[in-house]
């Protein structure tokens, strides 16, 4: 699964933005899936979780103006994809305004 979130501003304000978003979610997150890779390298977040039971890996690249997200699903969650993506699309829009 891939996609383009848009967002205003600059690479650094959104990198910033998604660490703030993960410090301040984290016991939401935390509550709901197994985290097992957070990592940062320059900018692109790379990610895994499991949740319930499905693992869950992906990365998240920031550019100016732009997330671009990719995360590769378990092949029972494909026939989803769509919905999850668009799950995904409204919280995200929710927490970058």
Do not use: C
């Not at 933005?17 to 979610?25: A, C, G, N, T, V």
């Amino acid at each position: 699964m891939q996609f383009k979130l848009p967002f205003k501003g600059s690479q650094d304000e959104g990198i910033a933005r998604i660490k703030q978003l993960l410090k301040e979610h984290r016991a939401q997150i935390t509550e709901k899936a197994a985290v097992s890779k957070e990592e940062w390298n320059g900018n692109v977040l790379s990610f895994a979780f499991d949740l319930e039971g499905k693992h869950i890996e992906g990365t998240v690249t920031v550019r100016d103006n732009e997330f671009d997200v990719y995360a590769k699903l378990p092949l029972a969650l494909r026939l989803f994809e769509g919905t999850i993506e668009r799950m995904i699309e409204a919280e995200a829009q929710k927490m970058v305004r």
